[in-house]
């Protein structure tokens, strides 16, 4: 008992340490304030993400610019996470349209640095903050091939709605042979072993080519319209 004590005291933080924590939470706070005050206002909005590693002649970047250009050019504004590669391709395409190009910008000690297509851009320093910018004000998902960093987009936007911490919305993967593996194996093994539903697999579709991607978009708000709901915005509040 005397030895767990002396653990519990010898790891508590040094003053000067919770203090700069506890200042932390301003800067957390400021990061929200700023993404509410310039996000609220734009929508319709669709959030796209994929590889930062993605070169501009790559197949990927040149059809995610595209779905972008049509995204806009059709009223939405485009959300990506301001950096390079699928990122710079997704605001490159939305820039060239009608709708507002927008980046999350998140500072890392590499790969990430600002694209130049940008019309509204914020920075942020935690992942958290930026993710629920992500989410709050999405109509929608387009998700290209990425790595982890699009995997964790997935998964959060995927846990959210499965929970219903978030609006139904369509999730949509793009390039069916980089995608098809893991939706197998979410059927073969993650429904196989009720670590899933059945019904949770419905919450994702693939689709391969820019203009449907934008027609499965405005067919799934063709009977409710873009506007969330008195109940969905309940729960965006407490997203």
Excluded: C
């Amino acid at each position: 008992m005397e030895r767990k004590q002396k653990m519990v005291k010898s790891g508590r933080p040094p003053d000067g340490r919770l203090n700069r924590e506890a200042w932390k939470i301003f800067q957390i706070i400021s990061e929200f304030v700023d993404g509410f005050e310039k996000l609220a206002e734009i929508q319709p909005s669709v959030s796209i993400f994929g590889s930062a590693r993605t070169s501009p002649d790559h197949p990927y970047y040149r059809k995610t610019e595209t779905i972008a250009h049509l995204l806009s050019e059709s009223g939405f504004a485009v959300v990506s996470g301001g950096g390079p590669g699928i990122m710079e391709a997704a605001n490159r395409g939305a820039f060239a349209g009608k709708g507002p190009s927008i980046g999350l910008n998140i500072r890392l000690p590499r790969e990430q640095s600002g694209n130049p297509f940008q019309d509204i851009s914020l920075e942020f320093e935690h992942f958290f903050s930026r993710k629920v910018m992500f989410v709050k004000y999405a109509s929608a998902y387009v998700v290209m091939p990425g790595g982890f960093g699009t995997l964790d987009e997935l998964a959060e936007i995927l846990t959210l709605v499965q929970t219903g911490k978030s609006r139904r919305i369509p999730i949509i993967l793009v390039e069916s042979a980089f995608w098809q593996g893991l939706l197998d194996w979410f059927g073969k093994t993650l429904v196989a072993e009720g670590t899933i539903s059945p019904g949770d697999l419905e919450l994702v579709q693939i689709v391969d080519e820019p203009e449907e991607i934008v027609d499965r978009i405005f067919a799934y708000y063709e009977e409710r319209g873009f506007e969330p709901s008195s109940a969905e915005e309940e729960i965006l509040l407490s997203l």
